[in-house]
């Protein structure tokens, strides 16, 4: 094996392990997490401050240790702007199917970008400039970062096993994460056809980011479709 792809293992292993860890203690705290943040009594700083905790371990913490340690660009991960209407508008077209899950199922509650996020409302609702820190930083964990996340896995998996015209290793793995990260597990048709429209969508994503070299479709439907419908 050799040295680039020993780098390579090394960086899976570090944003798979920090995740999964994060994961894990949302597994085992989710529940006091929820009910503490839902807790007027104490300050929405406190009460947020948990909940982005976790979601930064999640999704975030990983890849930067990865990017800053082997000083990538995120350019290098399709951060620009070739391609990048193809890339909009292809990862727009694969959404239909969790767009339509959504709206037959009637849960589509209005457009607000992030608010799958319990306090992302009252959040907004704070004083200036608060209100406007506190949804920026939503939206670069929830948004930027979750995106960001599949990106950089899918590209470092695809590294070890290429793709090809038919079949994106990286593409699927990441979708089956997305899966059981949202928990979509179980055998009643609603469960099914959510985690069929989540692999079309996650699936179709990625292999678009590989064919345009551009990411920007990626990080736009954490923006107006995963937790903002």
């Not at 994961?23 to 909940?51: E, Q």
């Not at 607000?112 to 319990?118: A, E, S, T, V």
């Not at 009643?188 to 590989?210: H, K, N, P, Q, W």
Request: hydrophobic share 55%.
């Amino acid at each position: 094996m050799d040295k680039s792809n020993k780098n390579v293992k090394k960086d899976i292993a570090v944003i798979l392990a920090i995740s999964f860890t994060a994961a894990v203690l949302y597994i085992a705290f989710g529940r006091m997490i929820m009910d503490y943040g839902r807790d007027l009594s104490h300050s929405l700083f406190s009460r947020f401050l948990p909940v982005f905790l976790i979601q930064f371990g999640m999704s975030c913490l990983g890849i930067i240790i990865v990017l800053l340690g082997n000083g990538e660009k995120l350019s290098g991960y399709g951060l620009c702007r070739k391609n990048i209407l193809q890339s909009l508008v292809g990862c727009m077209i694969v959404s239909i199917p969790t767009v339509a899950f959504l709206f037959v199922t009637n849960e589509i509650h209005g457009f607000l970008p992030f608010q799958g996020m319990f306090l992302t409302k009252e959040i907004l609702n704070a004083v200036i400039p608060f209100n406007i820190l506190g949804y920026l930083l939503i939206a670069l964990t929830w948004g930027l970062g979750e995106g960001l996340f599949y990106v950089v896995l899918a590209h470092k998996i695809n590294l070890i096993f290429n793709p090809n015209k038919v079949w994106n290793p990286g593409a699927f793995i990441c979708a089956m994460i997305s899966i059981a990260i949202h928990g979509m597990i179980g055998l009643d048709a609603a469960t099914i056809c959510e985690a069929f429209a989540t692999f079309i969508l996650m699936y179709g994503s990625l292999v678009i980011r590989e064919k345009t070299g551009n990411a920007w479709g990626n990080i736009l439907i954490f923006f107006v479709i995963w937790n903002a419908l």
